[in-house]
């Protein structure tokens, strides 16, 4: 670790002694370039900024709380060790980050699978992966933001109250499902019930309302 000040850019300079507040007020990439210094204060505001979003990333795919957590731990560790690899020129540091946990939980997923880590009907739901499902090239893919906005909208209409407020929770809010229980004061399993079969229902919903505005926008053309 080195003992002299690190300048950043022309406004910035940071010294050993830089408290954590300082470091808070850095950008994503001047605290990279920390890291790359070996900075390891630096890690500690990055992942103040990100851990979420990167829990989000890894429970999406991943489907559990434990192995969401312990990877995003690994995520931020490979993000220190990985710094000096991060090229500026091609995205944002949180593009990078985001990319990297990403990635990182396709591998664990399919580690998991093989190993039978998952009950059949968690299987469905790690391989369900975002809500939306992909309707090319008129169905999905073709709405506007209003229309998939109400699409949206419908799915989570036709979710019991509790499987659409575990969902909520879950996805705007980054929750863990055993964080949900404690707000909700429900037991572990039964909000995870709720999370894996409204899920499944909100796919469900999203896969026909695609499908129908597929035949429409085919049957408009068709009439053209």
Same mark, same amino acid.
């Given at each position: 670790?080195?003992? +002299?000040?690190?300048?950043?850019?022309?406004?910035?300079? !940071?010294?050993?002694s830089?408290?954590?507040?300082e470091?808070?007020?850095?950008?994503? *990439?001047e605290?990279?370039?920390?890291?790359?210094?070996?900075?390891g @204060?630096?890690?500690?505001?990055?992942f103040?900024r990100?851990?979420?979003? =990167?829990?989000?990333?890894?429970?999406?795919?991943?489907?559990?709380?434990g @192995?969401a957590?312990? !990877?995003? +731990?690994?995520?931020?560790?490979?993000?220190?060790? #990985?710094?000096c690899?991060?090229?500026?020129?091609?995205g944002?540091?949180k593009?990078?980050?985001?990319?990297?946990?990403?990635?990182?939980?396709m591998?664990?997923?399919?580690?998991?699978?093989?190993?039978?880590?998952?009950?059949?009907? $968690?299987?469905?739901?790690v391989?369900?992966?975002?809500w939306?499902p992909?309707?090319s090239?008129?169905g999905?893919?073709?709405?506007?933001s $209003? *229309?998939?906005?109400?699409?949206?909208?419908k799915?989570? @209409?036709?979710l019991?109250?509790? +499987?659409?407020?575990?969902?909520?929770?879950?996805?705007s809010?980054g929750?863990?499902?055993?964080e949900?229980?404690?707000r909700m004061?429900e037991p =572990?399993?039964?909000?995870?019930?709720y999370?894996y #079969?409204g899920?499944?229902?909100?796919?469900?919903?999203?896969? *026909?309302?695609?499908?129908?505005?597929?035949?429409?926008?085919?049957?408009a053309g068709?009439?053209?």
């Open positions: 670790m080195t003992s +002299q000040s690190l300048p950043l850019t022309a406004s910035v300079e !940071l010294s050993p830089t408290t954590h507040a470091f808070s007020k850095l950008t994503d *990439e605290l990279i370039s920390l890291m790359k210094a070996e900075r @204060e630096a890690l500690g505001s990055l103040d990100y851990f979420r979003l =990167v829990l989000c990333v890894a429970l999406r795919i991943l489907r559990d709380a @192995e957590e312990d !990877l995003m +731990q690994d995520v931020f560790l490979e993000i220190y060790r #990985r710094a690899l991060f090229d500026a020129s091609k944002s540091a593009t990078w980050i985001l990319q990297y946990a990403y990635h990182r939980s591998n664990r997923r399919q580690y998991l699978i093989a190993r039978r880590f998952y009950r059949s009907e $968690e299987i469905s739901a391989e369900l992966g975002r939306e992909s309707y090239p008129n999905w893919d073709g709405l506007t $209003e *229309e998939r906005r109400r699409m949206l909208k799915g989570m @209409e036709s019991g109250d509790k +499987q659409k407020r575990v969902l909520e929770l879950a996805y809010e929750l863990l499902i055993k949900i229980a404690e004061g =572990v399993e039964q909000v995870r019930s999370y #079969r899920l499944k229902k909100l796919r469900d919903v999203l896969h *026909e309302t695609g499908h129908k505005q597929e035949a429409a926008t085919r049957a068709a009439a053209d």
